[in-house]
Every structure is written in C-alpha cells, then in structure tokens.
C-alpha cells in the first residue's frame, strides 16, 4: 500500500510540470497582455516604448518557453512570484486572502449536501417509486435546472428586500467591528445562510441521484438477500450491510469533489458579493495577470492530483475487493 | 430659535411616520425641511456601491474607474476641475505660462499636509513628475510629462516646467495625483512602487485618509479633519464591491447602499414607484464617452465621404437612444464632449431620411434595379460585415438596429461578435475590418490628435479607421500648440465643423451617466461635469445621520 502510494506520488511531479506547461501556454496563447491603460480610452493611452519598457519589466518580451523555465524555477523554490495588477502583492498572499472563505463556504456546503443527499437517496431507494420517492425526486430536479442566479435573486428579493430577515450580499455588516463577539458570530452566519441555500440546492441533486441509484443496485445483490433470510431487521440490512456498499461509489465521486472546493463558485460568489476564489480568478484572467492564475492553477492542479490519490487510497481502504484484485486474478 | 423651531418639527414629524408603519424612512421628512435651509453636519458613513474592486492605491499606476474614484479622494493633484470643468487651484495657488506657452510656473498653498504631517512642498510635485517619465513605472499616463523638456525647484513652494514645444494641455496635466516624496523616493529607482509598502496603506493630501481594504470586499477612508480647504462632512466612506448590477441594485432597495450607478432600464422603468422616490435622488448627465458607427476608410467603398453621411441620414439616432437607453442618452454631433468649452452644436446635422440617404448613394453609383439592393455597376451588392465586441449588450443592439436601418436602404450587413481582446488583435490592429461599432472616453480636454490626426494610423496607434484630412492635421497642431483657450476654441469649433461634414465615423451619441444618492445626502448641486466635484461639501444633517462615523 505504501509503495502504491509511494510510486503514485513520484508519478504525479511529471504530471504536475505537464499541467503547469500546457496552462502557461495556453494563457499566453490568449490575446491581450497586462499592460496598464484602456484601449477605449483617448486620455489614457501608452506610447510604444513604453509599452515595450513595460513587456521587458516583467519580462514578457523574452521567448516563452525562457518565461516558462523562469517560471518555473521560481515555483520550485515556492516563488509564485508577485501580481501584474497594480496593487503588485505576492500572489501567495492574494490567494490566502481568498482561500478561507471560498474553502469554508464549499465545506460547509458539501458536508450539508452530504447529510441530505444520503439519506434522501437510501430512502428514495429504499421507497422506490413511493410518493416520497416522487416528491424528493421532482425537488432535486428542480434544484437541478433552477439557474443559480435566477434563485438568488428571488431569494434575496424575498429575505433581503421583502422581508428584511437577512442581510443581502457580502460577508459582514458595515457596523461588524462595533458588534459584541456573539453578534459578530451571528451577523457572520446570517450573511451565509443564502449563498449557502442557494449552492446546496443546485448541488443536491447530482449525489442524491447517485446515492439512490447505488442503493438500488446494492438491494438487490445475493449478499443482502442473505441477510434478510438469515432474519435480520429490514433496518439492519439497510444501514449495516447495503449501505456501507452502496457508499463506495459515492465516495469516489466526493473526492473527485475536493479541488472544487478551493475552485469556487465565480456565479455565486459575484451575486452575493463574496471575496472568494472565484472572483480572484476571474480578475487574473481579465487582467492577463499571469503569475496570479499560474499560481491559482498549480494550487488547484496540486489538490486534484492528492484528490484523486487519496480518493484512491480510501477506496482500496474501504473496499478489500480492490485492495486484493490484483491477488485473486493469480490466483 | 427658528433653527431650533424647525428641528423640533422635524422630530414631530419622524415620530408621526414611526407610527404610521415606515419607521425606518426617514426621508419622507426631508422633504418638509429642504424648503429651508438644513445646516450641515458633520459625520455620518457614506456607502458606495462599485462593481469592480479597486486595483492598487497608487493611482498613477492603475487604469479603472474604481481605483480613481478612491484615489481622488486620497491625493490631489495641482489642478482640479471644477462644476463646468475648468481646471481651477488645487494645491496649487496660481501658476503663470511665458508669453511664448513654453514655461509654466506653479506657485503651491504654504498650507497643505501629507496625511502623515508632513508638509507638502514643490520637491513632491518634482518627485511625482520623475515617478512619471520613470522608464520603469508602468503607468498609462506619461505621456504629457514626457513632453516637458526641464523641470526645476525653485523653492519649496515655487515650480516650473519647460515644454520643448506648447503644450495645450499643460494645466490639466497637473491634475495628476501627487505623491509623497518621502516615502516612495526609495521604490522608485528599482521600479518597485508597486511594491512599497504606501501601495496597501497609501498617504496622501487629500480630503479624505485611508483606513482600510479588504480586497475584493471593500474599501473604507476616512475624513482628513485637517484638509486645506477645509474638513469634509462626510465622516467615512465605504465602497462596497459588488460585482453584480442585479445585487447592486437589491441592495439600493434595502437601502444598504447610498450611491449607485443605474442601466438605463433600471433608471427608466424599474426605480419610478414613490419609496424609491424618496429613498433616493436620481441624478442624469451627459457621460463623458461616446459610442460610434464607424468604417474602414481604406475600403474604397467607404472612401467617399458621401457613402457616409448617407449612412448618417440612414440611421435614426434618436430611435437608437430611444431603443437602446430608454432615451436617456443625447445625439452625438461630434467627438467633443457636451458641456465642455470647445463643445458646438453648430455643425451639419443628419437628420432620419432615408430618401435622401439611397440618393447619396446612387450619386456614387450605388443603385436599386428593383430588387431592394443596392448594387454597383458591376451588379456586385453593397453588403459588408458590423462588428463589435463581447460582453456589451449595448453595443450589440445598435449593431442590429443599424443592421435594420441599412437594410431598409438596400444595403446588406451581417454583426459579427467577437471577444475584446482577440477583437483589437485581429480586426482592430490588424485593420481587417469594414464597420464597427465602438466607443471612445474623451477627456475633459478637446485635444485628440491620437485619434484624428493621419500621422496616427499604425497598428498600436488610435486613427484605426485611418482617418486623413490635411485641414483636420493643422487645426489639431495648432489646438494642441496654444495654451490661450480663446484661440484654441476657434481651431476646435472648425475641427468639429469639418468632422460633422466628412463623418469619418457616424457619431451616435453620449450616454448619459445615471447616479443614484440617497435623499439624506445634502449639498449635491448638478453641474455639467456632473455630481462629484463638490463631495468634500456633501453633508447629511444631524437628524438624518444613520450611522455612527468611527
């Protein structure tokens, strides 16, 4: 098992250098550059020897495969380098501005998606085609194929506007810093409870589906039939011998999830106006701010890489038909 | 006593609305008041809207609308404009050009403070003018400094510039923000002022201090209570960043926010019901950018002027501005803005005429034979491609209302949409083009040799319609060659009289900026620049205040 680890881990290096090769390119493929100043705009217009001054301060006008290896030396020295934009900060500490909010919105998120997507799918499984089944199934559905925008903007015109219940955008009220603690903390969870409902509604439905269809093939296996013929509650056969199988697949599909988790949502992000990573990047790549979304690609590629690794690992785990397949097959 | 009298109204009348269900609309009060006068306060927190986050403190660096905005509040320059935009002293007490326009003295205010204490003199301003022409500072706005031949100290509260040439635009060139030479003049040399330290905690002259930036969330400055002209009454400001108009505009409702700008549907059909009305004051002023049908004057077919100025007559400028912005834009005759000094309205207009446009035409040789389309004598049809760029619905819907409009002449043209970036790239710099619909930002100076003038038509250059007019060239070196405002208007009224003639581009028209303020916020007086120019004078009175200023 170590080995395995091990040798999947040296793989991944070569694989990373590839990823972080083809991205630099193409990003510089894309037409437009990170110089200052608006086409449109008559007063704010650079002469050519500037510009070119500009091209040779970041070193833009050298070939790209010298830029790439410039690059990437510095990476391996975990020098992600500093911002094109004007602020001109490291692009570690822009992304660590970033990361804790998208990073904890997407957990708390997916553990709420996890707790209703599982349940809902062993008992539409379990209840199949009743009217339990039914209605669960239309309203994931319709979470499904509701547009996100759409459903914010409802949301905040009903909570926000209408009602006044909860703030509408951001992350904290103007006033935050004059809040007791206990306010603060309350005034810090009432700004997520929408971008929080309205991403766990749309992302219900994928894992619940899949749960549900596990389920419904894991019922039906010998093994389960045993278990009922050998007398054992229906619940106990449920919880203890089909579901722990039917989980397998679903935990592949979770940690294929994983990167998404510091990826973001740039469309709910941007309605309720919440510094993520999203935004950030979206910025970088209208900016052609290209040591910032260098720096965001290697960090995503990075955690897809150990997701998929881990994700591995915790399924050979939790699977011995997996683990020892390899065996079997000689035998 | 009166004073007391009315105030004591006012609380009557704030007790009343509670009991009557709109507790939290203080403004339907306002109203009693404003006949009278209101005396300013100071405090209160101002909260601003912006879809954009700011880029960098360092003005001089960045290129976004929302970067200036708060940078102008944190430095000045020497120059301001003002409500007419007029450059008029801003740490500047005078300034005096030679009699020939070459050497312009500046004579500072002996009472202006960095916001750490220091105080301001000529040596910043010299500072400031070398971060400019710094070959290593990446910033969009050197051009003007590079034009000045000698700069000199000549005490610390004594400047003067010499220009190799006249340059017109001299004065407001000092309406660049200055910063401090004591705490930038070591970043400067290596190229680092994008790195110091005053790019996050900037120091500045200006009527407000910075206190805070949480990137992407907001921005929060407070009152300088020792500015030189005199302590603002709006005690903090806070831009919000919100990067999406529909929340933007949620927000004006739930009234989190006290300044936004509208869309024209927003400000037309969706803000006209009575609480808006008095939650909030809709301001509405010419823009200072222009949106324009322009053609590729190398494509013989748009070569002669006639072909133009029949597309001018083709197209219904007010039907656009009607379908388009809700009728809240004005006809562009020219590419000076209105308001502006060297504006002028007295040039060829063009007015819907469609008979008159297909006439022009077939002058040139263009011809109906029956079939609705014009042909040349060859039989070949006048058809050719409007392109735009991506992300602007605006743009896109005049495409297709010209679209209509030359159909209906007999002229054929398909819109082609393509991504900003590979758009300048490929058809713009590349001029493979044949009509495009576009904008241009013009400055509050009328100067625009850049975009006119036929030295200008290389592929990094702006004349990209490769526009040449031998009487256009003299009039914009002899505007942009005097620094006496009543000569130069006399070249610039004839530019635009020749440039209404020749419609090298069909001017469409300026749209008009659309500010929303909250009804609390007194003091705000429109002017032809708009709303801004005053803000150090915005107040909200005592009774109105909502939030405590920290």
């Known amino acids: 098992m170590l080995l395995f680890a091990l040798r999947r881990l040296l793989l991944a290096i070569p694989l990373l250098i590839g990823i972080t090769f083809v991205s630099f390119i193409v990003i510089h493929l894309a037409p437009g550059e990170p110089i200052p100043g608006a086409e449109e705009d008559i007063s704010r217009q650079l002469p050519k020897e500037v510009v070119e001054k500009i091209r040779e301060l970041y070193g833009l006008d050298k070939p790209l495969y010298v830029q790439y290896w410039n690059w990437l030396s510095r990476v391996a020295r975990l020098d992600f380098g500093k911002s094109f934009q004007p602020d001109g900060r490291p692009v570690l500490t822009k992304i660590s501005e970033r990361l804790p909010v998208t990073l904890f919105l997407n957990v708390v998120e997916l553990i709420i998606i996890v707790a209703l997507a599982v349940p809902i799918g062993v008992l539409s499984a379990t209840r199949q085609y009743s009217m339990f089944d039914k209605v669960t199934t239309l309203f994931v559905f319709v979470g499904f194929a509701t547009p996100d925008f759409w459903l914010a903007l409802l949301l905040m015109i009903l909570f926000g506007v209408q009602l006044g219940w909860l703030p509408i955008s951001g992350l904290r009220s103007l006033n935050w810093e004059y809040l007791s603690f206990w306010k603060q903390q309350w005034d810090f969870l009432s700004h997520l409870v929408l971008p929080i409902a309205v991403a766990t509604f749309g992302g219900l439905a994928g894992l619940s589906r899949y749960m549900r269809q596990s389920m419904l093939e894991t019922v039906r296996q010998d093994y389960v039939q045993t278990a009922r013929a050998k007398g054992l509650s229906e619940q106990a056969v449920i919880a203890k011998h089909a579901l722990r199988n039917a989980l397998l697949p679903v935990v592949t599909v979770l940690g294929l999830s994983l990167p998404g988790l510091i990826g973001g949502s740039v469309i709910i992000e941007s309605i309720f106006a919440i510094p993520g990573m999203g935004q950030l990047m979206v910025q970088g790549v209208f900016a052609r701010d290209y040591p910032l979304i260098m720096g965001n690609l290697v960090i995503v590629a990075t955690l897809t890489l150990f997701a998929n690794l881990f994700a591995d690992i915790v399924y050979g785990l939790v699977d011995p038909r997996i683990r020892l397949g390899g065996r079997r097959r000689r035998r | ?550």
Request: charged share 25%; proline share 5%.
């Open chain 2, 1 to 550: 006593m009166r004073g007391r009298a009315r105030l004591l109204l006012v609380m009557v009348a704030g007790a009343t609305a509670l009991f009557a269900g709109c507790g939290r609309d203080t403004s339907s009060l306002v109203e009693e008041t404003a006949s009278g006068q209101v005396t300013p306060a100071y405090g209160d927190t101002f909260v601003e809207a912006t879809i954009g986050d700011i880029s960098g403190l360092i003005p001089n660096l960045t290129s976004d609308g929302a970067s200036h905005e708060v940078g102008n509040m944190i430095y000045d320059g020497l120059v301001k404009a003002d409500k007419d935009l007029n450059y008029v002293s801003a740490m500047a007490e005078s300034w005096q050009f030679s009699a020939d326009c070459l050497e312009l003295t500046w004579r500072l205010r002996r009472d202006v403070k960095w916001h750490d204490g220091r105080p301001f003199t000529a040596d910043d301003v010299m500072f400031t003018y070398q971060v400019m022409i710094n070959p290593k500072t990446p910033t969009a706005y050197k051009e003007d400094f590079l034009a000045v031949k000698h700069a000199e100290v000549l005490d610390p509260y004594t400047f003067r510039v010499t220009y190799a040439k006249p340059l017109a635009k001299a004065i407001q060139s000092w309406s660049m923000w200055i910063l401090p030479k004591h705490l930038l003049e070591r970043y400067v040399a290596d190229g680092k002022l994008k790195e110091s330290p005053e790019n996050s905690r900037p120091v500045g002259t200006g009527a407000y201090r910075f206190q805070e930036w949480k990137s992407g969330e907001k921005v929060v400055l407070v009152s300088n209570n020792d500015y030189y002209e005199g302590r603002p009454y709006l005690g903090r400001i806070v831009y919000r960043v919100i990067p999406n108009q529909g929340t933007i505009f949620l927000e004006l409702k739930a009234k989190g926010v006290d300044l936004a700008s509208l869309t024209a549907i927003q400000y037309a059909r969706q803000t006209e019901y009575p609480a808006f009305r008095k939650a909030y004051r809709k301001h509405r002023y010419p823009s200072s950018a222009y949106t324009y049908f322009g053609f590729n004057l190398k494509d013989p077919r748009f070569a002669d002027r006639r072909v133009r100025q029949a597309f001018a007559h083709a197209i219904n400028k007010q039907e656009l501005i009607e379908g388009v912005l809700m009728g809240l834009a004005r006809e562009a005759t020219g590419p000076i803005r209105p308001g502006t000094w060297a504006y002028t309205d007295k040039v060829a207009r063009y007015d819907y005429n469609p008979e008159k446009a297909k006439a022009l035409l077939a002058q040139v040789g263009w011809k109906d034979n029956g079939d609705g389309i014009l042909r040349d004598k060859d039989g070949k049809p006048f058809s050719f491609t409007i392109r735009t760029n991506q992300g602007n619905e605006e743009r896109k819907k005049v495409a297709e209302i010209i679209q209509q409009r030359l159909g209906a002449i007999g002229v054929q043209t398909e819109i082609q949409v393509i991504e900003w970036a590979s758009f300048i790239k490929e058809f713009i710099k590349k001029k493979r083009f044949e009509a495009i619909v576009l904008g241009w930002g013009v400055g509050t100076d009328p100067d625009q040799y850049g975009v006119w003038h036929s030295s200008q038509q290389g592929p990094d250059q702006l004349n990209t319609v490769g526009y040449a007019n031998l009487e256009v060239d003299r009039l914009l070196e002899d505007g942009r060659a005097s620094c006496h405002q009543q000569e130069r208007v006399k070249y610039y009224h004839r530019f635009q009289e020749v440039l209404a003639e020749d419609q090298p581009l069909v001017f469409l028209y300026f749209r008009d900026a659309l500010p929303v303020v909250s009804s609390r916020v007194y003091g705000i007086h429109p002017a032809p620049s708009g709303i801004f120019y005053n803000f150090d004078h915005w107040y909200v009175p005592k009774q109105l205040q909502r939030y405590t200023s920290g």
